[in-house]
């Protein structure tokens, strides 16, 4: 059988070829309804099944966004992926994900990959844009958008939450319990200073502690975002002889590993101690007792960094304030801290 061709929609629509190209590719032209309709019916008569490949190569892009995360086992990275590949669904673009594992030269094998397939767009969930994929974003001229992470340059595009208050408000709910301290589990030496979330969330510790009169010195202890790390290190925390009353996480997954160790240790929570995390992932409902964490709304911070990347005007020179979306943080209370 004879493979259907544009031309043949376009005979049996009694149009040209230029106007069943405008109906596929939604443009550049408008096309007029009666008119779309008689394609749209030719090409579901023939079974017609537009050549990707050759619009891809026609229109340098293709239906395929792209989005590179430091770790695909860590939760939080996990269901922001998944919101935006919902978010992507809607708008007729499938989701390619490569995992970097907070590797510079991973990151920048997925970019060039990526790129060479021609995505529609690129977003980066990492911790630090670093200096060889800010060179190959350049070269290849891309559409990227930031998510979770501020940018440094004014001319990036970044989709983030309000870290520095979310930290503050979960010290500060730990601090009213009376605990007269908090101690912060935080990122490692090699954290990024700008724009990092997890420096974000210590930063906001700090001043939390500072308002209410309280040092930080000695009270922040590093540890790599993971669980596993956090378990390890708050088994030496934990046992030691200046134990902490409470302690703010920058992350779920270290307070995952926090709650384990005491769980270990047979130290009570929140009886004698106190724990609050930061993302709201899912598991974070479930554990014993369930975490006290600052949440943020995944779903519409997929949606606007999906809408960002594929909007033409992207590369547009703005303020910064146009080009960095802020959504808002929000305590979400559970029975870790203390409360009923």
Sequence with gaps: MAKVTRDDVAR?????????????????????PATRERVLAAIKELGYRPDRVAQAMASRRTDLIGMIVPDARQPFFAEMAHAVEQAASERGKMVLVGNSDYVEEREVHYLRAFLGMRVSGLILVSHGLNDLAAAEIEAWDARVVLLHERPEAIDDVAVVIDDIGGAQLATRHLLEHGHP????????????????????????????????????????????????????????????????PAIFCSTDDQAFGILRAARELRIEVPGELAVAGFDDVKEAGLTDPPLTTVASDRSAMARSAVDLVLDDSLRVAGSRRERLKVFPSRLVVRQSCGCP
């Design 12 to 32: 049996l629509a009694g149009t040209s070829t230029a106007v069943v190209s405008y109906v596929i590719n939604n443009g550049p032209r408008p096309v007029a």
């Design 181 to 244: 301290y908090v101690a912060c589990v935080g990122g490692t030496a090699e954290t990024p200073s700008v724009g990092d979330p997890v420096s974000d969330h210590v930063e906001g510790w700090r001043r939390a502690m500072h308002e209410a009169g309280l040092s930080t010195e000695g009270r922040l202890f590093e540890a790599p975002y993971n669980r596993y790390d956090a378990y390890k290190i708050g088994l030496e925390l934990l046992a030691g002889p200046q134990r902490p």
